[in-house]
C-alpha cells in the first residue's frame, strides 16, 4: 500500500517552455501533497505544501508565479513549471500524507521522481 | 531556525557487520520521527517511522528514539551491500497552524563493503 506515481519520469524541454508534472496517490487518499526539488549531491528541498482544494503554502524563496501547483482532488496534484530555464533542471519529486499533522497518520510516501532538463 | 543534524559519513562497514546511523534534531515538541533510504538517482523510500521513547524493530531494522536527548538513530544489522545508499533522517515539525513539513538532515552515505 501507500503507492504514489509521478509522471513524467523524464522531460528535457527548451527554455522558455512550461512543463507539467503530475503526482497521484494510488491506493490511499492524499489530504496533504508536497513538491521537493533535489540538486545532485544535496538534500531535499521543501518547495510547497498543498492541501486539497486550497492554495499551496510556498517556501521561502520559491517563486509561487513559476511554479504553479493545483491540487484538485485528493488523488492528484500537479506541479507545472512556467517559462522554464536551465537553472531549474533539476530532480523533482513529489510526496503524499493522509494526513496534514495526525500523528501516526502523518507519514510522506514519495513518488519515483521527475528528472528535469531544460536547455 | 529547526534543524536535524546527521553526520554525512561516508560511513563504512563490511558485509555481516551493524551499521549505525545517528541523528539529532533540534525541536524539543517534535513527535514523528522517519528514517528513509535514498539510493543514488532514487527518490527517497521510507524503512522506519518512530513515535514513541525505545526501540522499534523491523526486520533487520531498529530504530531507536530518545526525545529528552532529541537523538534518534537506525540500526542495520547483517548489513548487505545492497544497504549501501544515502540515509535520511526526517522530523515532522510543526510549521504554523495545522501545517506539518518534514525536516530532513543531509543524510548519511553508507557503504556496505562486501
Known amino acids: 500500500g501507500a503507492v504514489v506515481s509521478q509522471h513524467p519520469s523524464r522531460v528535457i524541454c527548451k527554455s522558455g517552455t512550461s512543463v507539467k508534472i503530475e503526482c497521484r496517490s494510488l491506493?490511499?487518499?492524499?489530504?496533504?501533497m508536497f513538491w521537493y526539488r533535489q540538486f545532485p549531491k544535496q538534500s531535499l528541498m521543501l518547495m510547497a505544501t498543498s492541501n486539497e482544494g486550497s492554495k499551496a503554502t510556498y517556501e521561502q524563496g520559491v517563486e509561487k508565479d513559476k511554479f504553479l501547483i493545483n491540487h484538485a482532488s485528493l488523488t492528484l496534484s500537479t506541479l507545472t513549471v512556467t517559462s522554464a530555464h536551465p537553472e531549474d533542471s533539476s530532480f523533482y519529486i513529489c510526496?503524499?500524507?493522509?494526513?496534514?499533522?495526525?500523528?501516526?497518520?502523518?507519514?510522506?510516501?514519495f513518488g519515483p521522481g521527475t528528472r528535469l532538463t531544460v536547455l | 531556525q529547526k534543524e536535524v543534524e546527521q553526520n554525512s559519513g561516508p560511513l563504512s562497514v563490511p558485509e555481516g557487520a551493524i551499521a549505525s546511523l545517528n541523528c539529532t534534531y533540534s525541536d524539543r515538541v517534535s513527535q514523528s520521527f522517519f528514517w528513509y533510504r535514498q539510493y543514488s538517482g532514487k527518490s527517497p523510500e521510507l524503512i522506519m517511522s518512530?513515535?514513541?521513547?525505545g526501540d522499534k524493530e523491523d526486520g533487520r531494522f531498529t530504530a531507536q528514539l530518545n526525545k529528552a536527548s532529541q537523538y534518534v538513530s537506525l540500526l542495520i544489522r547483517d548489513s548487505q551491500p545492497s544497504d549501501s545508499a544515502t540515509y535520511l533522517c526526517a522530523v515532522n515539525m510543526n510549521s504554523g497552524g495545522s501545517n506539518y513539513k518534514l525536516t530532513f538532515g543531509k543524510g548519511t552515505l553508507l557503504t556496505v563493503n562486501p
Open positions: 518512530i513515535y514513541s521513547n
Open positions: 491506493d490511499f487518499q492524499a489530504t496533504t
Open positions: 510526496s503524499a500524507s493522509a494526513s496534514g499533522g495526525i500523528i501516526g497518520a502523518d507519514t510522506q510516501y
